[in-house]
């Protein structure tokens, strides 16, 4: 089924076919909605933008799929041969004004895909600006776009304006996160994600060795604790994920670490959080920690899947941080191999995908320097 991420919901007809996949991380209520649009959806998601590609009439609550569809995990099922951004443009050119909402969530598709992109082009700018300032604008619409905010808050500000405009938009989209950081109605682990999100927008327009003031990291570490307290123990996992990165963002790196060493105590997969922890040292120049880190996490890991990814994990941090260390590179690549070779399917999907970019660092690290 090509599933790449959890949690995901594939909805599929009576006959098997694929009628939509539906994205983690929305409201309960906005899901419930969602999945019952599926299940009555006389059309799957490829059919529809088909439909709409031909310039053919789709109902409303077609396009509430369309709206809703885990675009980001499609990996050609609907997509096919087309450029995701061209398709994010039609739909949200495509889609009725009366389906605000629909509309504006298409409109950040398109955005998010622009301003998340390695070039974006500078005359799309303030089309995709005006469009931005009027979601904003609007409490219904920020609330339904809240996510796409969270994450790609800073790029947007950073590419999309320039100088007082600039500044203007860091405040509007900060102040809309501080508005749902101070949202009860909204789940704790949503508040602890604009936490993140509200520290990449503060630190968008800084210089990369700043940090945020001592007033913003005091305001933001003691929204985080207050969350922290409303967590039951089945949200522990999901929500220290979220808090190890936020107090990160901040710019607290021991209170960080102390999220993942709490982690580490709580959680009944361990080693998520011990790769975490490698990757919060290797940011920060520790190589010996980082290694250490992630060799106890590919120690602890389990399921055989899961073992092919940690292990090739520690094999690539060795590749780049201990690259003359031929023989631990040498003996973990061939336990690494050993264990996938026992499996009798392991060579497949997430598998498949680390052994292929553990294959082009092996090919790197290998090759012949300039001196031969």
């Avoid at 398109?110 to 600006?129: M, S, T, V």
């Avoid at 052994?355 to 082009?360: A, I, S, T, Y």
Wanted: net charge negative; hydrophobic share 40%; proline share 3%.
């Amino acid at each position: 089924f090509g599933v790449y991420g959890y949690p995901t919901v594939i909805i599929f007809s009576p006959a098997g076919e694929e009628v939509t996949r539906i994205p983690g991380g929305m409201d309960i209520e906005r899901y419930l909605s969602v999945l019952e649009l599926a299940l009555n959806a006389l059309r799957p998601v490829g059919e529809l933008l088909t439909m709409v590609e031909a310039g053919e009439a789709v109902g409303d609550s077609d396009w509430k799929l369309l709206a809703n569809y885990s675009w980001g995990q499609d990996r050609g099922r609907a997509l096919g041969e087309r450029e995701a951004a061209e398709v994010y443009t039609l739909l949200a050119q495509a889609c009725p004004d009366k389906l605000a909402v629909e509309k504006s969530q298409l409109q950040m598709m398109a955005i998010e895909d622009w301003a998340l992109g390695d070039e974006p082009a500078p005359e799309l700018a303030p089309a995709y600006l005006q469009q931005l300032e009027a979601i904003l604008a609007d409490d219904a619409l920020t609330r339904a776009n809240l996510v796409s905010f969270v994450f790609s808050g800073g790029a947007m500000v950073k590419s999309l304006a320039a100088g007082e405009q600039q500044q203007a938009l860091q405040g509007l989209i900060r102040d809309r996160l501080e508005t749902a950081i101070g949202d009860n109605a909204l789940s704790v682990l949503l508040r602890l994600d604009a936490i993140y999100g509200w520290a990449d927008v503060s630190k968008a327009l800084l210089a990369e060795e700043e940090q945020l003031t001592a007033q913003q990291q005091d305001w933001a570490v003691g929204r985080v604790q207050s969350a922290e307290a409303e967590l039951t123990s089945y949200q522990q996992h999901a929500a220290i994920s979220t808090i190890w990165q936020a107090y990160y963002e901040i710019g607290r790196t021991d209170l960080a670490r102390a999220s993942l060493e709490r982690g580490m105590k709580v959680s009944k997969q361990p080693y998520y959080f011990m790769s975490s922890m490698g990757y919060l040292e290797k940011q920060e120049g520790n190589s010996s920690a980082a290694l250490d880190w992630s060799r106890k996490a590919w120690d602890a890991a389990e399921g055989p899947a899961t073992r092919v990814q940690w292990g090739t994990n520690y094999l690539t941090n060795l590749l780049e941080l201990s690259p003359d260390d031929v023989d631990t590179i040498s003996a973990t690549g061939s336990a690494v191999f050993a264990e996938l070779a026992a499996q009798p399917d392991g060579l497949h999907h997430r598998s498949s995908r680390s052994l292929n970019r553990l294959g082009r660092e092996l090919l790197d690290w290998s090759a012949p320097g300039e001196e031969g």
